[in-house]
């Protein structure tokens, strides 16, 4: 079993940053793909990037350039620092892991961007 930990959330002007970290625990010794999705109000849930084990990354085209995603494979943590954000942006951020074949969640981080 895995849990997940988010946080960082939180509101922030159209044009400023923020840095969501997720902390893993529990049975993490063979973590493997780490990643953010997202979920704005009425909308499906949304991949908006991974980073596996080796440290390639992919991004959804939305945040390229202004996300970046990065992991700490001692503290079993990944982050994703987001920049230039936009009223767009707002939404329930949510960290994913694979381990052994399972995929797990966290609960969720509200990130809000007023314009």
């Known amino acids: 079993q895995v849990q997940l930990v988010e946080s960082g959330g939180g509101l922030v002007q159209a044009g400023g940053s923020l840095r969501l970290s997720c902390a893993a625990s529990?049975?993490?010794?063979?973590?493997?793909?780490m990643g953010w999705y997202r979920q704005a109000p009425g909308k499906q849930r949304e991949l908006v990037a991974t980073?596996?084990?080796?440290?390639?990354?992919n991004y959804a085209d939305s945040v390229k350039g202004r996300f970046t995603i990065s992991r700490d494979n001692a503290k079993n943590t990944v982050y994703v620092q987001m920049n230039s954000l936009k009223p767009e942006d707002t939404a329930v951020y949510y960290c994913?892991?694979?381990?052994?074949?399972?995929?797990?969640w966290g609960k969720g981080a509200l990130v809000t961007v007023s314009s």
């Open positions: 994913n892991v694979h381990y052994s074949g399972v995929e797990y």
């Open positions: 529990g049975s993490t010794f063979s973590i493997d793909a």
């Open positions: 980073i596996t084990t080796g440290g390639s990354t």
